[in-house]
């Protein structure tokens, strides 16, 4: 389907893709092509990964059964085949905006015309209703969480470091592996992370809270890493080495310390999102924990925020209505 994802049979992708648009045309090359530009759109191996699950599970649908050509009325039918299956609102949703960037993809490339990839675009997602899943730290939980690593060794000094980040900027962990040493510099007499390349390949500037450059301070010092990848592989030994990170030693640095403590579904994303709590609860700007974050929209901002029902201080005790009898 894409050079990254060379594994999936012709005859597979062959049924799929003709059978996209097979009005426009019977040839194969062109879809596999678009769809191509699809994934490349995407920065992150996340939502790579679902954008093709997205694209692979819209052609399976669409070549089910005989259907017409890729019109808005077959997007708005595979929407309903997704909430009848009982789909979540961020999975179809997520799916919806595959399709959507396949409808414009194609119109660019002259496969379809470009009033109907403009309807297509209109179609609206799924609401999210409700309060977003997900585990937040309090205050207190996530210092014990950061001094939970051994400073006096170098991968504790390297970990600590991390969760640090995670905690007190909020990046993602694609954000993380990706972090140099270039990133960091002065701006506005502070220290900042400048150019940090997010969702959608929106650039920010994430400030760094002096405790934070403190801990990436041990780490790179002590390390002797003056250029290049942030943070990079500690062997049993201790020693220092390799060019990087991947993502998954992230999560199991999270884990290794999180689990000890109770938290044995923690996550990375969980204390991205208990950066954005934790700078709430501290009197921060909505707008700009949008900013911190790199979110697209506010929505999203608020989602992260899972305000609990306080049920010790309810709202609705002192309303100043008490009666006698």
């Known amino acids: 389907m894409t050079k990254s994802h060379s594994s999936v049979g012709d005859s597979r992708a062959s049924e799929q893709y003709g059978n996209l648009l097979l009005s426009a045309t019977p040839q194969v090359d062109p879809f596999k092509r ?32 005989p259907r017409g050509p890729f019109t808005k009325a077959i997007v708005q039918a595979y929407r309903n085949a997704l909430e009848n299956r009982h789909q ?3 999975t179809i949703n997520v799916r919806l905006a595959a399709i959507r960037k396949l409808a414009l993809e194609a119109a660019d490339n002259g496969l379809l015309d470009p009033a109907v990839a403009a309807s297509i675009e209109k179609i609206r997602g799924v609401p999210m209703r409700g309060v977003r899943a997900g585990n937040w730290l309090t205050r207190e939980q996530a210092r014990t969480l950061l001094v939970s690593p051994d400073p006096r060794t170098m991968r504790g000094k390297r970990n600590r470091a991390i969760l640090a ?114 700078c709430r609860a501290a009197g921060g700007d909505l707008e700009q924990i949008k900013l911190l974050l790199g979110h697209a929209s506010i929505q999203t901002t608020e989602r992260y925020l899972g305000t609990r029902q306080n049920l010790t201080n309810a709202v609705n005790d002192n309303m100043g209505l008490d009666l006698d009898d």
Do not use: N
């Open 34 to 65: 678009i769809c191509d530009f699809v994934l490349d759109s995407v920065a992150s191996p996340h939502s790579r990964r679902a954008y093709l699950k997205a694209l692979e599970d819209f052609f399976i649908w669409y070549a089910a059964e």
């Open 88 to 90: 979540s609102p961020s």
């Open 165 to 278: 980040v995670l905690i007190g900027c909020g990046l993602r962990r694609s954000e993380m592996v990706a972090l140099t040493i270039d990133h960091i510099q002065q701006r506005d007499a502070r220290w900042v992370m400048i150019d940090v390349v997010g969702k959608g390949r929106r650039l920010r500037t994430v400030p760094l809270p002096t405790w934070v450059k403190v801990q990436l301070d041990h780490w790179t010092q002590d390390a002797g890493i003056t250029v290049g990848k942030v943070f990079r592989a500690v062997d049993k030994a201790g020693k220092v080495w390799g060019t990087g990170l991947t993502e998954k030693v992230i999560w199991w640095a999270v884990l290794e310390y999180a689990e000890p403590l109770g938290h044995q579904k923690l996550a990375p994303h969980d204390l991205r999102r208990t950066c954005a709590k934790l």
